[in-house]
């Protein structure tokens, strides 16, 4: 850290972003450009976070290097703070690293109190002029610095409105405005105890040490969780002169786009006031102008900022955003910064700003936000239709993209009504592995109970299919089939509508526009993939979803969860049969029912992936999973088995678990019934003869993944029974079918008895929805009940189970890592865990030399991405 915490912008430049945070930094820049930027200076984050560390105050030093920098602006501008005859006005700005719009604070005309009005008024000629901005200034300041809400001041407005009988701010004259001043002061006495600061500088300290607050609120807290932005980078703060678009008619103010930020055309596309302030640009109140008018309103400065504008874009070589004020037909730039911009829009500028030979691949590679390109791949609401409607509530955006359809409870339900051709949403409690179809056939998915990477979660990320999770402000009557939320009540039937990307909850329906890929899409991705060396491989359990992967570019599959094939149709029912037996004998025969199934998956997985590597994993999930609980149901099943209901009911106490998460599931399901490992085995190994035989030129090498293992003796044991009904069949068929078996490093004790796994496991697949379950001893079903308060509490910052926890369990990757390889050298190493899709995590199994990531299909573009920005940036 420096000692420096104040600078002129003529001292900074645009390289200087981490310490005068983006705005500073391009002001800065402007300024060495040659621009016409009303003058200033940036004090900086590293001035932020010491005042946290101070304890919320700005210490005595940075105070006096403030003050010494205010003596210098205003020599450049040759006015003084608090001067009667020629005052100083400024504006205080925050402005972080990474662009946060709207999320911190802005206060403008700092500098005015009763005396300097006056003569501001004088020298501008323009009394009513001075004091709307005086009346802005108190109202801004009180809101902002000493949080007494805005409504107050508006209740004060609309009654001086009532008062003369008119209905706009505009038709009030300067008395009225004088007047509303003075009552502003007032309500700001009676509500804070003090009068009102008139010293300009104890109202710039107050000011500043607002914008530092304001990296703190609950909004910007949030913005910088969903952005993966740290909490300790801090903002800095920007104190400018001020500018003034409201001096009359020959003053605006505007914002434009170097390009169309919707769809990337190369445009200036932008509007813009004359006569008035940014606040009224954004307002609303009066409809502003397209920035193509100005050329008629004044060709010389519009003249002057096509000029800027193409200026800015080619030293940044991107597309910009920008404020402008013109003060009597005088331009000024405001700020300058990389335009947000839509996926689509993304694509289309870095293909052009290729072409246009501005920037190479690799850079237009690194400019895209692997995030954003999800948007792309899910149905979305149509703008209009969303704009006009209300949420109604918000829970976890759980699985992105738009859904709209009619309610219903039951999986059950959601198959009959599809079948009819509606589109249902299926709002459940919570959802289990007995849903999958219902899941299926849905649009979308809402739950009130679980977090990121709960059943519904995972699963609905898996299939694309829209879901929001965990909507604990639900109550809910499934046997009743209804449910209220936001004071509306809900029954089977009733159209809802869920953004999957947002988490908010419409009662109504809202129109949906199917996705679209455009050939940018594909333009970039093949760049990136000429830049990435980490594989992309996805989670699919169904020949569907590897097909939809495939398309999405997967390079294999690095986890089949074969327990999701069981629940389809009748395989439920052969699997029941398997659990309640009493016999070896009876489990077998219900698995010789299960095995042609099975086979049959496996067949079309490898079809699917046409030669690709393909994992499979076998049976996890503890096997009361399988028996149901309702009381119709169980009855029902009992029947079917041909055993009491009350043996039945024997059988599901006696699997019932304290802890099922910890319990009888993974690998030690096989190592008590091994039979279920012989099936699974015999499945995999015929599946992939029979392919093999259809297409001689691909080269199958089944890879077989043993779950939850924990000791070494275990999975040995367990390899032993694939090894030798492996090596039989293939024997039998005499085919020369090679195969593997490995592990999923998903217990810390594996992690950290890698070397000795690594004996028996030829491949490791790091299972870090486990891992992060097990290291930080939390249930990832439960975790987002309390997750919230670690949010406020400040102790975690994000997830851990969507970004994965590079001190802990990325630690624990690491270990694992090199102890596999000193055992075996060449070992094959991937994360199945839902971070795979994730994009810093994907950059940290990048640098932790992972072989490959393997995520939920609809994220594989997402992962290829960040991959290619992984590889990129550590080439270097
Ligand atoms: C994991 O634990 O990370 C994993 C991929 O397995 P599952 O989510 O099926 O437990
Ligand atoms: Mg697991």
């Given at each position: 850290?420096?000692?420096?915490?104040?600078?002129?912008?003529?001292?900074?430049?645009?390289?200087?972003?981490?310490?005068?945070?983006?705005?500073?930094?391009?002001?800065?820049?402007?300024?060495?450009?040659?621009?016409?930027?009303?003058?200033?200076?940036?004090?900086?984050?590293?001035?932020?976070?010491?005042?946290?560390?101070?304890?919320?105050?700005?210490?005595?030093?940075?105070?006096?290097?403030?003050?010494?920098?205010?003596?210098?602006?205003?020599?450049?501008?040759?006015?003084?703070?608090?001067?009667?005859?020629?005052?100083?006005?400024?504006?205080?700005?925050?402005?972080?690293?990474?662009?946060?719009?709207g999320m911190m604070d802005t206060i403008l005309n700092l500098g005015l109190n009763d005396e300097v009005v006056e003569s501001f008024a004088a020298k501008t000629g323009n009394p009513r002029f001075a004091y709307d901005s005086y009346r802005r200034f108190i109202q801004m300041y009180s809101d902002v610095v000493m949080e007494v809400g805005k409504k107050y001041f508006e209740e004060l407005i609309d009654e001086m409105k009532e008062k003369k009988g008119v209905k706009l701010d505009t038709e009030l004259d300067a008395d009225d405005l004088k007047e509303l001043a003075n009552q502003f002061k007032a309500e700001y006495k009676a509500k804070i105890g003090s009068d009102f600061p008139s010293d300009p500088k104890e109202q710039l300290m107050g000011a500043v040490k607002a914008v530092f607050r304001s990296w703190d609120n609950p909004r910007a807290n949030y913005y910088r969780r969903m952005n993966d932005i740290p909490s300790d980078w801090g903002t800095a703060v920007n104190v400018q002169m001020m500018v003034f678009g409201n001096m009359g008619e020959t003053s605006g103010t505007g914002v434009a786009f170097s390009r169309n930020p919707s769809t990337g055309e190369k445009k200036l596309y932008g509007e813009y006031l004359m006569n008035a302030q940014g606040e009224d640009v954004v307002a609303g109140v009066r409809t502003p102008l397209t920035i193509d008018h100005l050329k008629e309103q004044n060709p010389a400065v519009y003249e002057q900022f096509v000029t800027i504008v193409n200026t800015l874009e080619n030293h940044y070589h991107d597309m910009q955003d920008m404020e402008f004020t013109i003060e009597d037909g005088k331009l000024f730039m405001l700020q300058t910064r990389n335009g947000k911009r839509t996926a689509a829009a993304a694509l289309q500028i870095a293909c052009d700003l290729v072409d246009e030979g501005q920037i190479n691949k690799e850079q237009a590679v690194l400019m895209i936000d692997p995030k954003q390109l999800d948007a792309l791949l899910h149905p979305q609401f149509d703008v209009k239709a969303l704009k006009a409607a209300a949420p109604i509530g918000s829970a976890l955006p759980a699985s992105p993209g738009a859904a709209c359809g009619k309610v219903v409870f039951t999986a059950d339900a959601a198959v009959e009504w599809a079948e009819k051709g509606n589109k249902v949403i299926l709002v459940r409690l919570e959802t289990s592995p007995e849903d999958i179809e219902g899941m299926h056939v849905a649009e979308g998915i809402l739950t009130v109970r679980g977090g990121m990477t709960s059943h519904a979660a995972v699963v609905a990320r898996g299939m694309g299919t829209c879901c929001v999770s965990g909507c604990g402000e639900i109550k809910i009557d499934e046997d009743a089939k209804v449910f209220s939320l936001g004071g509306k009540t809900f029954h089977e039937g009733d159209y809802i509508s869920l953004d999957g990307s947002t988490g908010n909850i419409y009662g109504e329906a809202i129109q949906t526009v199917a996705a679209s890929i455009s050939g940018n899409f594909d333009r970039i991705m093949k760049w990136a993939d000429e830049f990435r060396t980490l594989q992309v491989r996805t989670n699919a359990d169904t020949p569907k979803d590897a097909v939809q992967a495939a398309t999405f570019g997967a390079e294999?599959?690095?986890?089949?969860?074969?327990?999701?094939?069981?629940?389809?149709?009748?395989?439920?029912?052969?699997?029941?049969?398997?659990?309640?037996?009493?016999?070896?004998?009876?489990?077998?025969?219900?698995?010789?029912?299960?095995?042609?199934?099975?086979?049959?998956?496996?067949?079309?997985?490898?079809?699917?992936?046409?030669?690709?590597?393909?994992?499979?994993?076998?049976?996890?999930?503890?096997?009361?999973?399988?028996?149901?609980?309702?009381?119709?149901?169980?009855?029902?099943?009992?029947?079917?088995?041909?055993?009491?209901?009350?043996?039945?009911?024997?059988?599901?106490?006696?699997?019932?678990?304290?802890?099922?998460?910890?319990?009888?599931?993974?690998?030690?399901?096989?190592?008590?019934?091994?039979?279920?490992?012989?099936?699974?085995?015999?499945?995999?190994?015929?599946?992939?003869?029979?392919?093999?035989?259809?297409?001689s030129d691909w080269n199958i090498v089944p890879e077989i993944m043993i779950p939850l293992v924990g000791e070494?003796?275990?999975?040995?044991?367990?390899?032993?029974?694939?090894?030798?009904?492996?090596?039989?069949?293939?024997?039998?068929?005499?085919?020369?079918?090679?195969?593997?078996?490995?592990?999923?490093?998903?217990?810390?004790?594996?992690?950290?008895?890698?070397?000795?796994?690594?004996?028996?496991?030829?491949?490791?697949?790091?299972?870090?929805?486990?891992?992060?379950?097990?290291?930080?001893?939390?249930?990832?079903?439960d975790a987002g009940a309390f997750l919230g308060s670690y949010y406020d509490k400040k102790i975690y910052e994000n997830d851990p189970f969507a970004r994965l926890d590079q001190k802990g369990v990325g630690k624990l990757v690491k270990i694992a890592s090199d102890l596999g390889r000193q055992t075996r050298p060449d070992i094959k190493l991937g994360i199945c865990g839902e971070h795979g899709g994730d994009p810093s995590s994907v950059e940290f199994c990048h640098k932790a030399g992972l072989t490959y990531v393997s995520c939920s299909p609809f994220r594989v573009p997402i992962a290829r991405l960040a991959a290619a920005q992984a590889a990129i940036k550590f080439s270097k």
């Open positions: 850290m420096s000692n420096k915490f104040v600078y002129l912008f003529s001292e900074g430049n645009g390289s200087m972003r981490e310490l005068l945070g983006g705005k500073g930094a391009n002001l800065a820049e402007m300024t060495n450009l040659g621009m016409p930027v009303p003058q200033g200076f940036t004090v900086t984050t590293e001035a932020c976070t010491q005042y946290y560390k101070d304890g919320e105050v700005i210490n005595d030093d940075i105070q006096a290097e403030i003050m010494r920098n205010i003596t210098e602006l205003e020599k450049i501008a040759g006015k003084k703070l608090g001067d009667k005859e020629n005052p100083l006005l400024v504006s205080v700005r925050s402005g972080a690293r990474a662009s946060m719009p294999g599959i690095g986890l089949c969860r074969t327990e999701h094939m069981f629940f389809e149709g009748d395989r439920i029912k052969a699997m029941r049969e398997m659990i309640v037996s009493k016999t070896e004998e009876q489990r077998r025969a219900a698995l010789a029912k299960l095995l042609p199934m099975q086979r049959g998956d496996f067949e079309g997985l490898y079809e699917a992936m046409g030669g690709h590597p393909v994992t499979i994993r076998f049976l996890d999930p503890p096997l009361h999973e399988f028996l149901p609980t309702a009381e119709d149901d169980i009855a029902a099943l009992s029947k079917e088995m041909n055993i009491s209901v009350e043996e039945l009911k024997a059988v599901v106490s006696s699997l019932h678990e304290f802890n099922p998460m910890m319990g009888h599931r993974g690998c030690r399901l096989a190592v008590s019934y091994p039979e279920i490992a012989e099936m699974q085995t015999t499945a995999v190994i015929e599946a992939a003869i029979n392919v093999k035989k259809a297409h070494i003796k275990e999975l040995a044991y367990v390899k032993s029974i694939v090894t030798s009904t492996a090596d039989a069949i293939i024997a039998k068929a005499g085919c020369d079918l090679h195969y593997k078996v490995g592990t999923m490093i998903e217990i810390p004790r594996a992690a950290i008895t890698a070397d000795e796994i690594a004996t028996e496991a030829e491949f490791f697949s790091f299972g870090t929805n486990d891992l992060t379950q097990m290291t930080f001893g939390f249930s990832r079903d």
